[in-house]
């Protein structure tokens, strides 16, 4: 059994009241996504790693040429723009249900630490952008091995463990 509804042009629009407590709602409770609720995003993954930040974007349908990454401050800025495909001709479409969004878009990722900007990889493959950006060195751990003064003594310590343990029964 299937259900028939009328279509009611009007039943879908907001009351005045509705849309200013919905504007309320994004731009205050939630400033993210001020007047995104369906506007242009980039989702994406930041790790990090002992020697990078590894960024992963969602690009769906966008070329190399298309996107604008720059590092300042240590502050990631990813820029593009999608574009819809212009149809001429009899192949121009009448749409009824339109949900791509194309335009400009940025996404703005600020990293806790320094980075060098001059060493990142980028690479777009099938819509994912992998952004490999290395630490600074001044930043990164280092290993600090220690010395020992007295070899002499460090050897009897451990003779002295090891006498200890077989007096034990270990």
């Known amino acids: 059994m299937s259900n028939i509804r009328r279509f009611d042009p009007f039943g879908e629009m ?5 849309a200013m407590g919905q504007l309320f709602e994004d731009s205050f ?3 993210a996504r001020m007047g995104s609720r369906d506007a242009l995003g980039m989702a994406l993954d930041v790790s990090e790693t002992q020697d990078s ?4 974007a969602v690009v769906p349908g966008l070329k190399p040429e298309d996107l604008d990454i720059t ?5 990631l800025m990813i820029r593009g723009e999608t574009r819809q495909e212009q149809q001429t001709g009899q192949k121009q479409a009448n749409y009824h249900v339109m949900e791509r969004h194309y335009g400009r878009f940025s996404r703005a990722v600020s990293l806790p630490t320094a980075v060098n900007a001059d060493q ?3 690479t777009l493959e099938h819509g ?8 600074a060195e001044q930043v990164k751990p280092r290993k600090i091995t220690v010395n020992n003064s007295s070899a002499q003594q460090q050897t009897v ?11 034990r029964g270990q």
């Open 29 to 31: 409770v939630n400033p």
């Open 53 to 56: 930040f590894v960024v992963d």
């Open 14 to 18: 907001l009351s005045l009241r509705d």
């Open 157 to 167: 310590d451990v003779n002295a463990q090891s006498e200890q343990s077989q007096a």
């Open 128 to 135: 994912i952008l992998h952004l490999e950006i290395p630490k």
């Open 71 to 75: 590092i300042q401050d240590n502050v």
């Open 120 to 122: 990142v990889r980028a």
